[in-house]
């Protein structure tokens, strides 16, 4: 009987298991999405060794690229906090969100989401192991916290899709693999969950305020992982470790870790500032110019030197499904890559600018063209064709000649000559004929070829012609694409005349269901690049009028359309394109720098482009007409901080440095 009772005893007291069950018990089949393109975050260890990149959106880790900058692998780890009874707040969607810059020499952000209705606040810091493919997310609760918990909800999207996936939990760690990709997680609370995504998942779970049901493990599908990270206020810190094994993986977050949090960041803050400290920035640089920089230099892929991606955002990504295979803005342009070359060298990041030119080496095709993007291999992505791109390159690649080479200048020269003026398509990929921008690039660009020529004493029979093509195109410039009356006024250049004939009543089909327009109606802030390149000069009548023809139709309180009727951006706050567009920044810049040219006052477009950059020093491709408020579009985007750069040495020294000489 003795033996009996104390076998009772033992039943009564032994601990309750850690799992409702080892497998979770429905799969999701349901397809998923990315996040907004409007990035209030980003960041990447200054140095090579970490080749691991995060963005972050409403105050919430959003993407995480691994192990090069185009292969996103997270959709996000977000954050939910419950009083265990009444209430379910997710920090992702629900609540008022900001970002602020910590550091105005390193890329360092106090993310916070506020809940004014129960009286608390949520605080997350990100940093990469300079070291390491490891993120570190530190958070921080704040305010009425008396009885809450904060849960990790991680939603994993390996290999650029959420499909395929599976995850366990071993020790005090989570796990998610696919494909040869692993993730780590540190996890050190029993209380958590495997689930399939929409099907009973922790977040699932936690809108009835508990993880009632906990499962070990998930998959293969749609999975995620949630967790208790935190309890009542003060802090918490979790750990995404990433390898090609799961020991690889382990030993990185072992590692990181084993340093502790408060090194990581610190680390993490100090290769940003010895970078910023090897920058030439103007006189009283404004902290925009620094991060301008570092946004750049943050784009480049760190097993591809000089790769530097358009933005680490998708457009609209989260009208975007997660199994497409498009990586966004996570290509490499020729055009946004020339852009981003000059600014570094116009900050002083030399180095990085020579990678950017060796790299267009890798990209430029036997014919001595240029493609419409490749990926980070110099792989050709788009097969459009624009001859801007092409002239670019030979620019770059005269401008450094000296220092570095990359691009056939012959080779690209003489395809020029033989294919334009006419483009395929203008800078913003859409339409065919003839372009003042482009033919702008295509007549410098020869010019400084054959200028290079006579340098060098190479190609004189070849520059003879390069000299001779550029001095008709630009004796025909405005036969071309210049028209005496018409919507827009009278005497101003046309964003584009598909057959050269701009007087005549010729439709343009719009893109992204922007509609059928007589070409007349259609003018375009980028002929300017006739000035910035030196085809026309900044007091030339046909220019000032177009100016004015612009400013009637493209103008708004904060900034410039592309052009009448565009179609690329969002009706509504959610929505994606085909819609509506709006204001870019960059053409703030490029008006600045066209003031500066003209002999003008630029600093109020630099103030501009302070006001749009907003707290986070984030400046975006297209920006809303009420407040300035970045759109869905990718935020940030490497041409407007480019463009932001060669402002301020303008508007400081007088000097356009990207100006062909």
Known sequence: MAALALAAIFVVFRPQPEWTADLAPVASVAADHWTTG?????????????????????????????????????????????????FFFDAALQGQASSRV??????????????PTHGFSLATEIATDPDRAVVVVRGHLAGKTSGLSVYAYLVPHLGGSGAGQTAFFEGARGYVSKKGVWLAASTPSEVRTAGYLGRGDGFEQLHRHALSNRYRQAGPGRVTLTWQAGSGAGSFVTALAFGSTRAEADSALDATLGRGAQD?????????????????????????????????????????????????????????????????????????????ASALLAAGDLATAYDALRFMGKQQRSDGSMPQNTDLAGKQVWNGQQMDETADAILLQVRLYEKASGVDIPKAADYLAANGPMTGQERWEEAAGYSPATIAAETAALRSAARWSDRTHLFAGRAVVWRKTAGAWDAALESWTFVLAGAAGVNYYLRISPNGKPDSEEPISIANNGGVWDQREIVDPSFLELVRLGVRSADDPRIVSTLNAIDNVSRAKLGWYRYPHDGYGERNPGSAPPGQGHLWPLL???????????????????????????????????????????????RPLVWAHAEYIILAKAVATGTVDDRPV
Request: hydrophobic share 40%; aromatic share 10%.
């Open 38 to 86: 409007n990035k209030d975050a980003i960041g990447t260890s200054a140095n090579r060794q970490s080749n691991v990149w995060f963005t972050a959106a409403h105050g919430t880790l959003a993407d995480v690229l691994y192990p090069t900058v185009d292969a996103d692998n997270l959709r996000q780890l977000g954050f939910i906090v419950t009083d265990g009874s009444t």
């Open 102 to 115: 910590i550091d105005d020499r390193a890329l360092s952000y106090v993310l916070q989401v506020d809940d």
């Open 264 to 340: 990581v960041f610190d680390s993490y803050r100090a290769g940003w500032r010895l970078y910023a400290s090897r920058l030439t920035p103007p006189p009283d640089a404004a902290p925009l110019f620094f991060y301008s920089a570092e946004v750049i230099k943050m784009a480049e892929d760190k097993l591809h030197p000089g790769a530097i991606v358009a933005s680490l955002a998708r457009p609209w990504g989260d009208a975007a499904p997660d199994d497409d295979g498009d990586v966004g803005y996570r290509k490499v342009w020729p055009r946004d890559l020339y852009h981003a």
């Open 588 to 634: 703030t810049g490029e008006r600045g720098v066209y003031t500066v040219l003209a002999g003008g006052d630029a600093r109020s477009y630099l103030g501009e482009l302070l006001l749009r950059a907003g707290p986070e020093h984030l400046l975006g491709e297209q920006v809303w007409e009420a407040d300035g408020s970045p759109t869905g579009s990718a």
